[in-house]
């Protein structure tokens, strides 16, 4: 089965510029989530969609960050403006179901895209 | 506060020892348990969980533990490979508003050597 697609991989951005980011997550996959590594860190979850609809997005910087999953499948991330500390892999997952204390999830990432911003 | 902690410092073993790795965590009542595996460039690659009323869950050469009360998991990877040589990730779930979501601890380094 195909993986988690991400693009672009790289992404070289000035300061205060916009950028996005897509990924189209493996089929049938109902969650969709986006996490943002710092170098020397552990991915911290900016937003997470249950089909289309968000159900927790309490980490992401809404005054700069946007996200947005279309009819439940594609998703889309977008920085307008970017700031340096923004600099970062940006890694989309998915996982089949994530309802239920006690439901399994696996979660299954793609390669990441590295933006840094200078 | 909410804190999950790994080793932050690299974990060096030589081929065919059994490597330790530790999560601690404070403040936190997750679900279930997960290690992953982060090669460089890549995403993490899941490898094992293990929920709350489990002690421990084995697979192939992997084998973990979780101890709710000391708030703790133990990973270990016997007979060790420079293969297995990654950045291996605990994450928690936590259960809140109908959904479980991951929260990530740092990651501890492991280097094989020959």
């Known amino acids: 089965e195909a993986g988690v697609a991400q693009s672009p991989r790289y992404k070289i951005i000035e300061k205060r510029q916009s950028v996005a980011f897509w990924c189209n997550p493996i089929?049938?996959?109902?969650?969709l989530y986006w996490y943002q590594q710092i170098l020397g860190q552990g991915p911290k979850l900016l937003i997470q969609f249950q089909n289309n609809g968000v159900v927790d997005d309490s980490q992401l910087p809404k005054d700069r960050f946007s996200a947005e999953r279309l009819k439940g499948v594609d998703s889309t991330l977008k920085i307008q403006p970017a700031k340096l500390e923004d600099s970062a892999v940006y890694l989309c997952?998915?996982?089949?179901?994530?309802?239920?204390?006690?439901?399994?999830?696996?979660?299954?990432f793609g390669p990441g895209t590295r933006l840094t911003v200078l | 506060s909410q804190k999950i902690e790994q080793n932050s410092e690299a974990l060096n073993i030589q081929e065919g020892k059994t490597a330790t790795l530790t999560c601690n965590y404070t403040n936190y009542s997750p679900a279930y348990l997960q290690w992953y595996r982060q090669d460089p460039g890549r995403g993490p690659v899941f490898l094992l969980l293990i929920r709350e009323n489990e002690k421990e869950k084995r697979k192939e050469r992997l084998k973990v533990t979780f101890d709710t009360t000391l708030k703790q998991s133990l990973f270990h990877i016997t007979a060790s490979q420079p293969a297995d040589s990654a950045t291996y990730l605990c994450a928690l779930a936590l259960y809140s508003g109908g959904y479980n979501k991951l929260i990530f601890g740092a990651g501890t380094r492991l280097a094989v050597h020959p």
């Open positions: 997952a998915s996982s089949l179901r994530s309802t239920a204390r006690s439901s399994y999830n696996e979660q299954f």
């Open positions: 089929s049938g996959h109902a969650t």
